[in-house]
């Protein structure tokens, strides 16, 4: 998967702008302020997703224009389409494809890229909400089944959490309480396996990413945590649902007095480590942006093996903060297919990269 060209008309700080990309490493660089985040935004929007900085298509046209348009000729699954994306203001956005017109949702299917941007360092170092979001994402894209199975989680979990808060005040809500804590555990013993499976195919690719990454110099490891009673998270959904219920079981009472839900895979969590030390609370700037972005990396190899196409990889501002044997690696070392970073180094970055180099000043490519 392959963008060629892309010709933004109104688009964030972009008048009139065509771009012709080469068909593996793109540096875009240039001081603060003028226009390589919007570039990749507008990649990004190719895909049919929202923009990963707005979920206004509003903010997306030019303060002085009344419309904007991306229009990108790629390449899917060897073939070449032409993609134009249509924002007017108060309208919602026209998607066409060789000139028909298709819905956003339908590009997902014709163009997915993997994009890390500095807010993904929330993977390292912050709360396991942000792990869980990884897995949910990475696995509701790979697996149907999975989006689901987190929808009816999510909405037993707020029943039950209903319950657990107001059963003092009316005591007949304690009739549901077991049924919904079982169907919890149903779903528990589903995801679990899901989980897991994803789990080891991310340790597994990410390790050796991290090593190369790192000069050889750090081992990335990546566990999968969840209930405590769960003894093989590989084991049939029976038996799972079986352990899921006993540690449930076993804090009703605790549930019931703190007004919460206690137990369960809205707990569940990725151990992240380097070097055997836990990630989130010692590896330094250096090290987390590295580990966040082997698990991107790694990301876009699952994604490959299944699809049998690399998605088109984003890199928003990854190199500072970087020593030199790491940035060379982001700059000529990953591998595969078409990769654009954005970076503020200058004219210097173009005898380091054996790539293609842009230099964007106020809105113009040269
Ligand atoms: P940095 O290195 O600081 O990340 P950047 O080159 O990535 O900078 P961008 O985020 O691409 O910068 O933004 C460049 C400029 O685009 C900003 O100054 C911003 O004010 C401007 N901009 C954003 N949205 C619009 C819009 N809708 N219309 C016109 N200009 C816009
Ligand atoms: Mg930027």
Same mark, same amino acid.
């Given at each position: 998967?392959?963008?060629?060209?892309?010709?933004?008309?109104?688009?964030r700080?972009?008048?009139?702008?065509?771009?012709?990309?080469?068909?593996?490493?793109?540096?875009?660089?240039?001081?603060?302020?003028?226009?390589? #985040?919007?570039?990749?935004?507008?990649?990004?929007?190719? =895909?049919?997703?929202?923009?990963?900085? #707005?979920?206004?298509?509003?903010?997306?046209?030019?303060?002085?224009?009344?419309? *904007?348009?991306?229009?990108?000729?790629?390449?899917?699954?060897?073939?070449?389409?032409?993609?134009?994306?249509l924002?007017?203001?108060?309208?919602?956005?026209?998607?066409?494809?060789?000139? *028909?017109?298709?819905?956003? *949702?339908?590009?997902?299917?014709?163009?997915?890229?993997?994009?890390?941007?500095?807010?993904d360092?929330?993977?390292?170092?912050?709360?396991?909400?942000?792990?869980?979001?990884?897995?949910?994402?990475?696995?509701?894209?790979? +697996?149907?089944?999975?989006?689901?199975?987190?929808?009816?989680?999510?909405?037993?979990?707020?029943?039950?959490? +209903?319950?657990?808060?107001?059963?003092?005040?009316?005591?007949?809500?304690?009739?549901?309480?077991?049924?919904?804590?079982?169907?919890?555990?149903?779903?528990s013993?589903?995801?679990?396996?899901?989980?897991?499976?994803?789990?080891?195919?991310?340790?597994?690719?990410?390790?050796?990413?991290?090593?190369?990454?790192?000069?050889?110099? !750090?081992?990335?490891?990546?566990?999968?945590?969840?209930?405590? #009673?769960?003894t093989?998270?590989?084991?049939?959904?029976?038996?799972?649902?079986?352990?899921?219920?006993?540690?449930?079981?076993?804090? +009703?009472q605790?549930?019931? !007095?703190?007004?919460?839900?206690?137990?369960?895979?809205?707990?569940?969590?990725?151990?992240?480590?380097?070097?055997g030390?836990?990630?989130?609370?010692?590896?330094?700037?250096?090290?987390?942006?590295?580990?966040?972005?082997?698990?991107?990396?790694?990301e876009?190899?699952?994604?490959? #093996?299944?699809?049998?196409?690399?998605?088109?990889?984003?890199?928003?501002?990854v190199?500072?903060?970087?020593?030199?044997?790491?940035?060379?690696?982001?700059?000529?070392?990953?591998?595969?297919?078409q990769?654009?970073?954005?970076?503020?180094?200058?004219?210097?970055?173009?005898?380091? =990269?054996?790539?293609?180099?842009?230099?964007?000043?106020?809105?113009?490519?040269?």
């Open positions: 998967m392959r963008i060629e060209r892309i010709a933004l008309s109104g688009f700080n972009y008048d009139e702008e065509t771009v012709s990309f080469g068909p593996d490493v793109n540096v875009i660089c240039g001081p603060n302020a003028q226009g390589k #985040t919007n570039l990749l935004e507008a990649v990004y929007l190719l =895909t049919g997703a929202h923009s990963f900085r #707005t979920r206004f298509d509003r903010e997306l046209i030019g303060f002085d224009c009344d419309w *904007a348009s991306v229009l990108a000729d790629v390449e899917s699954a060897g073939r070449d389409q032409t993609v134009r994306l924002f007017k203001r108060g309208q919602s956005r026209q998607v066409t494809v060789n000139g *028909a017109k298709k819905t956003s *949702a339908s590009l997902a299917g014709l163009m997915t890229a993997v994009l890390f941007s500095p807010d360092l929330y993977l390292i170092k912050e709360g396991a909400a942000a792990r869980r979001r990884l897995m949910d994402s990475a696995i509701g894209q790979l +697996r149907p089944g999975y989006a689901a199975l987190l929808a009816d989680y999510n909405k037993l979990y707020e029943s039950k959490m +209903r319950i657990l808060k107001d059963w003092r005040e009316k005591p007949s809500l304690l009739d549901t309480l077991d049924e919904f804590s079982d169907g919890l555990a149903r779903c013993a589903r995801m679990i396996r899901y989980r897991a499976s994803f789990s080891e195919r991310l340790a597994a690719a990410a390790a050796p990413i991290h090593r190369d990454f790192s000069g050889g110099r !750090e081992e990335l490891g990546l566990r999968y945590v969840t209930v405590s #009673t769960v093989d998270t590989h084991a049939p959904a029976e038996e799972i649902y079986r352990q899921v219920l006993d540690h449930q079981q076993a804090h +009703r605790a549930e019931l !007095e703190a007004g919460q839900c206690l137990t369960g895979i809205h707990k569940d969590d990725l151990d992240i480590s380097i070097n030390v836990a990630a989130r609370a010692f590896a330094s700037q250096g090290q987390t942006r590295t580990a966040a972005l082997s698990l991107k990396l790694a876009r190899e699952i994604f490959r #093996t299944e699809t049998g196409e690399y998605p088109v990889l984003l890199l928003d501002d190199l500072s903060e970087l020593d030199a044997v790491r940035q060379e690696f982001v700059l000529n070392r990953i591998g595969g297919g990769t654009l970073i954005t970076c503020c180094e200058d004219e210097d970055i173009s005898r380091r =990269t054996g790539g293609r180099v842009f230099s964007v000043r106020e809105g113009r490519i040269r």
